[in-house]
Every structure is written in structure tokens, then in C-alpha cells.
């Protein structure tokens, strides 16, 4: 390895382990990848706390940073305590205001308040807003990926998730969404690459995208 090694930081979406990486491979002459984990957060810490938290596992200056899902919420939050060379969000929304109805209602209702118990017990539901998908199609998906159903961690990431105040994209990010994504159905305008067929869950199967496009979006932006 050289000194002009570029450190990429992949951090997963709600409820999942890192290993939803596992198959993103890049050039090691030029780029070393590091897995970002949840933490188990404090009961009443805001986004921006849990985010300047998670900028210590950071360890490189003018690095990537690349967030799923809730995890490109987090991302998103954490470039602005952070120098970064390229900072990517898939499958995520760039706004609160691509939150779907569903989300949206949590917020009104606060039924959110009420949902995380739920999850715990009910591991279909918890694959279908983490993956966007049913338990009873991808069962295995969710013994693999799905393994943070910490209680705590749930209720605070689901209240996150729906009461997110970004009013705006963030312009320094480079957005990557799928066509078929039903869990943030509305995050295709605007300023984003659209990978055809790609679901909420297209950095577990459509890696090889990632793989073959992420070195010249990380150099070039474009």
C-alpha cells in the first residue's frame, strides 16, 4: 500500500451488520475499505450528538464516506463535522420531505412511539422497514444482515428516521437510488443516479454496479 491510499468508510442502514459490504470489493493498490458499525445510542441523543459520536471511528482525513438507507441519513449528518473527499448516499432519501405517507403519519401520530417493541417481536415486520422486503421471501437475509434489534436502538432510530428535518439535498452528496426501491419510493428526482431494477436492498445484489462504478465516481464526482 502507498501513502496515496484513499480510506473508504461503508456505513449500513437501520438494524443491520456491516456485512451487507461484504461483496463490495474495490482496487486495493488505491483503496482500503473500513466497515462502520451502530452504536447503541443514549435514550434521548439527538441525530447531530449521535452523529459527531460516530465521526471518532472516522480515523482519516479526506476520506469516503458512503451511508445506506437510515445510514445515508446518518452520513449525511456527519459530513458536516467531517473533511471529506466524496460522500455518497444510496438508497436513502435527500430530504425529509421524500419520506414516504407511511413515515410521515409515524410523525403526526407519534405512533412511532409505539412501533419499536413491535419490531423486536415481529422480524417480519423489522425486514420490512429495514429491507423492504418480507420475511417470508428473504428469511435468510434477515438472520444475516438484520442483527442490531437492540430495543433501544430501535425506538430511537425509528423516531430519526421519520423526524428527520433536512430540508434540502445535501449539495456535496452524490445520491444513488433504485427504480424499484418501495421503501423511499420518491428519492428518484432531482440530482441522483438511478440504477434500473435496483431495490432498497441493491448493495447486497447489484454490488457488481457499485463495484465497477464507485473508483471513477470516488475520483471524478461524476
Known amino acids: ?17 456491516p456485512s451487507i459490504f461484504e461483496h463490495i470489493k474495490l482496487p486495493e493498490d488505491y483503496y482500503k475499505i473500513h466497515w462502520l458499525e451502530w452504536q447503541i445510542p443514549d435514550k434521548n441523543e ?10 471518532n471511528f472516522i480515523e482519516h482525513d479526506n476520506s469516503v464516506l458512503l451511508g445506506v438507507s437510515f445510514g445515508g441519513m446518518l452520513v449525511q449528518e456527519m459530513s458536516k463535522f467531517l473533511n471529506l473527499k466524496r460522500l455518497f448516499v444510496v438508497s436513502s432519501v435527500k430530504s425529509h420531505h421524500e419520506l414516504p405517507k407511511r413515515l410521515k403519519l409515524l410523525k403526526y401520530t407519534k405512533a412511532y412511539k409505539i412501533l419499536p417493541t413491535r419490531l423486536v417481536g415481529n422480524i417480519d415486520l423489522l425486514a420490512k422497514y429495514a ?9 435468510d437475509l434477515y438472520k444475516k444482515y438484520l442483527s442490531v434489534n437492540d430495543t433501544v436502538y430501535l425506538d430511537w432510530a425509528i423516531k430519526q428516521v421519520v423526524c428527520w428535518e433536512q430540508e434540502e439535498p445535501n449539495p456535496d452528496a452524490i445520491y444513488i437510488h ?15 443516479i438511478i440504477i434500473k431494477g435496483g431495490t432498497h436492498i441493491m448493495i ?17 464526482g461524476t
Not at 206 to 218: D, G, R, S
Request: glycine share 6%; charged share 25%; aromatic share 8%.
Open 1 to 17: 500500500m502507498t501513502s496515496d491510499i484513499t480510506h473508504v468508510y461503508l456505513m449500513p442502514g437501520m438494524a443491520a451488520n
Open 204 to 220: 447486497i445484489n447489484k454490488y457488481k454496479w457499485f463495484n465497477e462504478n464507485l473508483p471513477k465516481l470516488i475520483e471524478s
Open 131 to 139: 429491507l423492504g422486503e418480507t420475511i417470508k421471501k428473504r428469511v
Open 178 to 192: 433504485g427504480d424499484k426501491d418501495m421503501v423511499f419510493p420518491h428519492s428518484c428526482t432531482g440530482n441522483c
Open 46 to 55: 439527538t441525530l447531530e450528538d449521535y452523529a459527531k459520536r460516530m465521526c
